[in-house]
């Protein structure tokens, strides 16, 4: 166990961040999981640019990094182009 004040607190403040964190990133992964389901072309167009501006959060913030949002995206776009 930590012998600080200082480092305890660290600890507490990492616990929450990493939960927090948690959270967001199952969030977007069900939002992506959904979308990859999702055979209807104009339902995808209408959530592309919410799940991209979602993705951007998230790399803005570190929760995931820039480059595996950049690769979402992409793969996310082709999927839509696929569509019939």
Same mark, same amino acid.
């Given at each position: 166990?930590? +012998? !600080?004040?200082?480092?305890?607190? @660290? *600890?507490? /403040?990492?616990?929450?961040?990493? &939960? !927090?964190?948690?959270?967001?990133?199952?969030?977007?992964?069900? %939002?992506?999981?959904?979308?990859?389901?999702?055979?209807?072309?104009?339902?995808?167009? #209408? /959530?592309?640019?919410? *799940? /991209?501006?979602? &993705?951007? #959060? &998230?790399?803005? @913030? +570190? *929760?995931? !990094?820039?480059?595996?949002? %950049?690769?979402? #995206?992409?793969? &996310?776009?082709? !999927?839509?182009? #696929?569509?019939?």
């Amino acid at each position: 166990m930590a +012998n !600080h004040k200082s480092s305890v607190k @660290r *600890i507490r /403040q990492t616990k929450t961040k990493t &939960l !927090h964190n948690k959270y967001y990133a199952k969030t977007m992964r069900n %939002a992506v999981r959904k979308f990859r389901s999702t055979t209807d072309k104009e339902e995808c167009v #209408k /959530q592309l640019p919410v *799940i /991209q501006k979602m &993705l951007d #959060k &998230l790399a803005k @913030r +570190n *929760i995931i !990094h820039v480059n595996k949002a %950049a690769n979402i #995206k992409s793969s &996310l776009a082709l !999927h839509v182009n #696929k569509l019939g």
